[in-house]
Each structure stands twice: as C-alpha cells, then as structure tokens.
C-alpha cells in the first residue's frame, strides 16, 4: 500500500509460487530457513509473504520502493471498513516476519527488507474492539449513518473452525476435510520441531487491559488473555485426491458422484479388505515426510481388482499419512483420544469409519454436516468482544452443536495395523 493506503500491486496469494527459485539463488537464505521455522513456526516458503516481497524487491524495484504499509487479507479490509490498521496474531504469525515466541514483529527479519515494524499493522488480541464500521459501508450496506455498528478482531480460518468446535485445549484435535485435510490442535506453549515442522502459530498473547467502546453509555470490560498457541499440520491434497480420481480415473463430473458410488456400495467397501496402497501425494510428500519429489501412487495391484478397489485404497491412503501424522504428534507428548471431524470428508458414508479403524481413535462429526464451523468461531469472538459472552468457552458452549460418534471397529485394527505396515 502506498501512503495514502492505495494498492501499489495485485495481491499475491499463497498460491502464487513466483518466489520458488528465491531459495536456491540465495543460500545464505537457504542457511535461515530453519531459524526462520524457530522464530515464525514456519519454514520459508514461496506460498508466505516473505519470499513474495524478496522477489517484488527484485523484479518490481518501483513498487517496492513505495511501499508504505504491507497488508494482508483480513487487515485490509479492517482498514477498508473501520480505518484501522489491526492485525492478529494468528495471521501474524504466517507472515514470516512475526515471532511467535516473542509475540512480535521480529526486527532481525524485517531488516531483511530495511523495513521496521510500522510497515504492518498493530498486532491485537482476537476479540479485542477495532473500531466502528466508517460511514461508506453504512452507506453501502443501507445501515442508517451515524449508526455505531462495532467491529472486533477475527483470527485465522483454522482458528476459527478451532474455535467453533470447542477446540481449546490439548486435550482434542480438529481434522477439518476441504480439499486439503488439516490438523489443528491448541496449545499451551509452541511445539517447535525442525526436523518435523509443526506449522506452528500465535492464538493470544498474556494481556490484562480495560475494553472501552469509546462512550459512555456502556460498561468497561475488564479481559485478561492468557498465551495460546495453534499447531497446524496439512495434507495438501487429502481431498483433492477424491476429486483427481473421480475427473481424471474414472472420468466423472465431479466428486460429488464418487462420493455417491461410496454411498451406494458402502457395505461392501465397508468389509472389503485388499492390499492395494495409495500414497495421497499428488504435489509431493508434506509433513512428517518432507520429500516434495515423491509422486502419489496406487501400489499392489493385481489382475483380480477393480475400481472399487482403488476407491477404498484411497480413502485408506489419507488415513494412513493421518496415522504417520499422529504417531509424529504421539512422540511429541501429544495424545488426544478423540478427533473432531469435520468438512467434506466428515459427510462421507464410511470414511469416518476408515479413519476410525486405521488411527484406533473415536470420532466425532457434527449431527448437522451443513454447518460452518469459521462463522461460528467468528461469532464467538465478536460475541466474547461485544461483552455477550465472558469467555471464549462460554460462547462455544452457548452456541455448541451436536455430534454423533463413530468408534474404531475392533475386527479391522490388527488389519490395518499390517497394511499401515506397507504404508
């Protein structure tokens, strides 16, 4: 953003990989990387921001030189609506320029570019007050002006799914199923590993202060924040390995009809039991692996087997490099005894079953699989904000949904115990 907060270039995503080659032409980088993991809890990447901006300041030298403040998603729209200029620090945290140990911009990092802390945003707690929506999107939104409509501050997507399913301790884990399957779990102090690479982020950070609004028509709050912190590990293509499948294997639409072929043989692939292996690697082998040159395959195959086969390999195949995840996490001290699962993957008719049976772990997947669990969590924090909820916990309570269980199948763990064995 230049001075007058105008956008000097199109966002870049974490989809955009232009940063890629940065590493390899840069060794004294390439040297950082792992102290980068153990401030940030990231490693370098060209998905984040800091290779982003690297090659802005060598290709795009113009721009760069004219960046006044670097935004990101959630706190440019904070400041589009409210003229604030706030940031969290679960966001902050996948900048690569926030420790997350410190809770801080890091200076060592930010010299990097000769930038200080000024060139982002303020780092609050979530739920804390931001300001009042500006008058443009009252206008915009027909909202009567002068309206004092509050805004508080949100967190990540995954804190928020967190936050929405009761995820507060390290006594439970989250496996939210979208197109990659990711692994959440709150903790009480960071989990930094550089050999395993546990994304590793910010919550809260330890804060006693008074909420005020501003006026004085209503109640000073008095909130007081403890350190929090989330872990976040990741099958980039848990889903998208489904929808490979279905398009490209068996020529479908989508994989919404694969998921129907499930439904309408489910019985049968309930029971059936092969020694056909699918490695879910279709971009490379991520965490506890970390070979970005290994390819997804189906292994084991045999004159004798068909498409079905192949269907339950695959949703074997996430379970598995589910249970190399977990056993990484068990060496770790971290041992939950039930999983929360939810998104495309929790609606499916026996794939909470199968990740039941290959992890030996009871399941729980919401009643209702159409709810959004991010809204919830944002909910929470605005309502904990607003002073409608006194805690975090309370507001998950007040708005807590149902659950139904699925319990490991004991006649399948000694088979899957072997099989995992050919993993």
Same mark, same amino acid.
């Given at each position: 953003m230049d001075r007058n907060f105008n956008p000097l270039y199109n966002a870049i995503t974490w989809l955009d990989r232009r940063g890629s080659q940065i590493l390899n032409e840069y060794n004294f980088l390439k040297e950082k990387n792992i102290e980068v993991y153990l401030k940030t809890g990231w490693r370098l990447d060209s998905g984040l921001s800091f290779l982003a901006l690297w090659w802005l300041k060598e290709n795009k030298k113009e721009i760069f030189n004219k960046i006044y403040k670097v935004l990101y998603v959630n706190d440019y729209l904070l400041k589009k609506i409210t003229g604030k200029n706030i940031q969290d620090p679960s966001n902050a945290s996948i900048t690569l320029f926030y420790n997350v140990k410190e809770a801080k911009w890091d200076d060592e990092l930010l010299s990097f570019f000769n930038f200080n802390s000024n060139k982002f945003s303020e780092v609050k707690n979530p739920g804390v007050f931001v300001g009042y929506l500006n008058d443009e999107c009252l206008k915009r939104l027909k909202i009567k002006a002068d309206s004092k409509i509050k805004v508080f501050n949100g967190s990540h997507d995954q804190y928020c799914v967190g936050l929405g399913n009761g995820i507060f301790s390290e006594d439970e884990i989250l496996l939210a199923t979208g197109t990659a399957w990711v692994i959440f779990q709150m903790l009480n102090k960071p989990i930094l590993d550089d050999k395993k690479f546990f994304a590793v982020g910010r919550f809260t950070f330890a804060q006693n202060f008074i909420q005020n609004f501003g006026n004085n028509l209503e109640p000073i709050q008095d909130i007081n924040f403890e350190d929090k912190f989330g872990m976040i590990y990741t099958i980039p293509t848990g889903g998208a390995s489904v929808r490979w499948f279905a398009n490209n294997i068996l020529n479908l639409k989508n994989e919404k009809q694969l998921f129907d072929i499930i439904s309408s043989n489910s019985e049968y692939l309930l029971t059936l039991k092969n020694n056909v292996i699918f490695h879910p690697y279709l971009n490379g082998a991520w965490g506890p692996d970390f070979d970005i040159s290994r390819k997804a395959s189906f292994s084991n195959l045999e004159l004798s087997h068909n498409y079905l086969d192949l269907i339950k390999a695959l949703l074997e195949g996430v379970g598995f490099q589910l249970r190399k995840i977990f056993n990484v996490l068990t060496?770790?001290? &971290?041992? $939950? /005894?039930? &999983?929360?699962?939810?998104?495309?993957? /929790?609606? +499916?008719?026996?794939?909470?079953?199968?990740?039941? +049976?290959? =992890?030996?772990?009871? &399941?729980?997947? $919401?009643?209702? $699989?159409? #709810? +959004?669990?991010?809204?919830?969590?944002?909910? &929470?924090?605005?309502?904990?904000?607003?002073?409608?909820? =006194? /805690?975090?916990?309370?507001?998950?309570?007040? #708005?807590?949904?149902?659950?139904?269980?699925?319990? $490991? =199948?004991?006649? =399948? #763990?000694?088979?899957? +115990?072997?099989?995992?064995?050919?993993?």
């Amino acid at each position: 953003m230049d001075r007058n907060f105008n956008p000097l270039y199109n966002a870049i995503t974490w989809l955009d990989r232009r940063g890629s080659q940065i590493l390899n032409e840069y060794n004294f980088l390439k040297e950082k990387n792992i102290e980068v993991y153990l401030k940030t809890g990231w490693r370098l990447d060209s998905g984040l921001s800091f290779l982003a901006l690297w090659w802005l300041k060598e290709n795009k030298k113009e721009i760069f030189n004219k960046i006044y403040k670097v935004l990101y998603v959630n706190d440019y729209l904070l400041k589009k609506i409210t003229g604030k200029n706030i940031q969290d620090p679960s966001n902050a945290s996948i900048t690569l320029f926030y420790n997350v140990k410190e809770a801080k911009w890091d200076d060592e990092l930010l010299s990097f570019f000769n930038f200080n802390s000024n060139k982002f945003s303020e780092v609050k707690n979530p739920g804390v007050f931001v300001g009042y929506l500006n008058d443009e999107c009252l206008k915009r939104l027909k909202i009567k002006a002068d309206s004092k409509i509050k805004v508080f501050n949100g967190s990540h997507d995954q804190y928020c799914v967190g936050l929405g399913n009761g995820i507060f301790s390290e006594d439970e884990i989250l496996l939210a199923t979208g197109t990659a399957w990711v692994i959440f779990q709150m903790l009480n102090k960071p989990i930094l590993d550089d050999k395993k690479f546990f994304a590793v982020g910010r919550f809260t950070f330890a804060q006693n202060f008074i909420q005020n609004f501003g006026n004085n028509l209503e109640p000073i709050q008095d909130i007081n924040f403890e350190d929090k912190f989330g872990m976040i590990y990741t099958i980039p293509t848990g889903g998208a390995s489904v929808r490979w499948f279905a398009n490209n294997i068996l020529n479908l639409k989508n994989e919404k009809q694969l998921f129907d072929i499930i439904s309408s043989n489910s019985e049968y692939l309930l029971t059936l039991k092969n020694n056909v292996i699918f490695h879910p690697y279709l971009n490379g082998a991520w965490g506890p692996d970390f070979d970005i040159s290994r390819k997804a395959s189906f292994s084991n195959l045999e004159l004798s087997h068909n498409y079905l086969d192949l269907i339950k390999a695959l949703l074997e195949g996430v379970g598995f490099q589910l249970r190399k995840i977990f056993n990484v996490l068990t060496e770790k001290g &971290i041992k $939950p /005894s039930s &999983i929360k699962m939810v998104g495309g993957g /929790s609606r +499916d008719k026996i794939w909470p079953q199968i990740i039941a +049976d290959i =992890n030996k772990k009871e &399941i729980f997947i $919401p009643e209702d $699989p159409k #709810l +959004d669990f991010a809204t919830r969590g944002a909910a &929470i924090l605005a309502g904990f904000g607003a002073g409608v909820f =006194n /805690s975090f916990e309370e507001g998950y309570e007040r #708005l807590k949904v149902n659950y139904k269980s699925v319990k $490991p =199948n004991h006649q =399948n #763990l000694s088979f899957y +115990d072997e099989k995992f064995k050919l993993f």
